[in-house]
């Protein structure tokens, strides 16, 4: 602080620079028929992955010290989580929607050793210790998972489960919002044998950037069964247009002086503020749970 001004600095977070997360406030803000739904009354829980089927490609030393948590779950995740969550802010100007992000972060309940017990895994895929530059017993994780509560009029009550791995089946980074189930009354004999699941939006930031939306319709035919459909618009086909690379737009708005995807420091304050009691347990305490690579992480 000495020889910058906050206003100065711009902080990059490639994730912020993808076109689905700057969707994610368009998708809120501007269809009627999201935002009243955006809330404790019709969203069961929130997941929030981002799943790489890529090792550390010789970044040994450098994992070693950093970790999942700290290399995505830190701040690529609990940032897409803030925007998925944030109030609606008096403008598009950088500051207000930055002044949203900050102040749900601020509600989000920090976690105890309880919490981290209960709450949190973390795993490291079978082969990391291998790896050049990682240690032989190596507790560094490179899965982890974790439950985070936001004690808000909103968001009350509503799990969010933000996930991060290395060597999974495939890499994917989304957001699922699980729309509450409907009382079953009404299709007692006909959800009887088959799975009615809740409808649920899906937020695709990579591969093949999109929306899509899963809700339960009529299979056709003489009687009222009903199965799931999935309808889905990804950005490439829609708008025929090649979407640019995160660090291409970022760039160009930093020499805009638009600071709207750059993360202020109350942000990454509260950020740390809630990551640091996970680390702090775990580096004190060995417990890392192997998974195969190729998988979907430990149980």
Known sequence: GTYLHESQIYRIDHYLGKETVQNI?????????????????????????????????????????????????????????????????????????????????????????????????????????????????????????????????????VPFYLRAGKKLAERLTEVNIHFRAVPLVLFKEEAAGSVLQPAVLTLRIQPHEGISLRFVAKVPGENINVGNVLMTMTYADAFKRPISEAYERLLLDCMRGDATLFNRRDSVDRAWELIQPVLQIWEATPGVHHYDPGTVGPP
């Open 25 to 157: 406030l368009v998708l809120r803000f501007g269809n009627s028929i999201f935002e009243p739904l955006w809330n404790r009354n019709h969203i069961d829980y929130v997941e929030i992955t981002a799943a790489e089927s890529i090792g550390i490609e010789g970044r040994g030393a450098f994992y070693e010290a950093t970790g999942v948590v700290r290399d995505i779950i830190q701040n690529h995740l609990l940032q897409v989580m803030s925007l998925v969550t944030m109030e609606i802010p008096a403008s598009f100007a950088a500051d207000d929607i930055r002044d949203e992000k900050s102040q749900v972060l601020r509600s989000v309940r920090n976690l105890d050793l309880n919490d981290v017990a209960n709450h949190c895994v973390r795993g490291q895929y079978r082969g990391y210790r291998d790896e050049d530059g990682v240690a032989h017993d190596s507790q560094t994780p490179t899965y982890a998972a974790m439950r985070f509560m936001i004690d808000s009029w909103r968001w009350q009550g």
